[in-house]
């Protein structure tokens, strides 16, 4: 049995960090094609804190509160669900909702809870792993032997991304802001680690490859994107994800049409819930197997109770972690 209410975070205005509240509202019900999770922990990203800041509201339809992935246990069935089951633990990508003790999501958004994790761990999968697996290997379409650059390597997402094109047969580049960063990124199975407060990186891609990486993640945007299509190599794609130095940029188009580059990118949260159902079974048959077996490990910077929500957005502007940020529940 579900119960009336429940506590969780909310969004009391526009703002900084201290704009986290923590509230009591009902607890939601499931629709038709849902599951409601009695959430165990909740990861935080970056878009948590765009949310926040009043610069990335939710989508139509979707809970106004923060938290777009969590880990727990399946509390109750919408018409229609067949899996997971009642009582199942899972990590689950969601629209939205996931600051709070129990949160609606699509039943087909669900992934089992690997084999040896505990629940911190998987609730810090289904964002990165979404995100990495849409833009590497579907748009990006890296394949085993090509090369790709991590902007941000040792974030939640250049922290998934290194370990998941090393685990596909990739050779991997990866950016870091200090000489603590860039050993972290070594340390996950980066071949080469650029330190960019010390480095260029497309000096060292120049150097290192002779002719350019065929992949390159960015969430950096603003004069990185001239950059990277100058380390880009013939035939390379560039997937942008997130804009940290803005979204508009100078750029030359010549070297696009010469080296025959594509420049492609996208966001997850809008997506139709069909497109994210597809990427979950890709998950599930190409990923789940690797995280199962050991080859690629999460990254947990930090832990917090939900009622620190704020702390946590502290942490992650202060732009010092390696990994992920946890909230548990």
Known sequence: MLPETMTCVEISQPGGPEV???ATRPCPRPGPGQVVIKVAAAGINRPDVLQRQGAYPAPPGASDLPGLE???TVAALGDGVTAPALGAAVCALAAGGGYAEYVAVDARHCLPVPQGFDMV???SLPETFFTVWHNVFERGALK????????GGAG???TTAIQLAKALGAKVYATAGGAAKAQACRDLGADRAIDYTAED??????????????VIL????GEYIPRNIKALAADGRLVSIAFLKGSTA?????????KRLTLTGSTLRPQSDDAKARMAASLRERVWPLISGGSIRPVVHATFPLADAAEAHRLMEANTHVGKIVLVV
């Open 20 to 22: 986290l509240k923590t």
């Open 70 to 72: 969590v880990s727990g």
């Open 121 to 123: 761990q998987a609730a």
């Open 144 to 151: 085993a032997g090509e090369t790709l650059l991590v902007h």
């Open 156 to 158: 939640g997402i250049g």
């Open 201 to 214: 990186f497309v000096e060292v891609i120049k150097a290192e490859t002779k002719k350019g990486v065929d």
């Open 218 to 221: 960015d969430m950096v945007g």
């Open 250 to 258: 100078e750029v030359n188009f010549m070297p696009v049409m010469l």
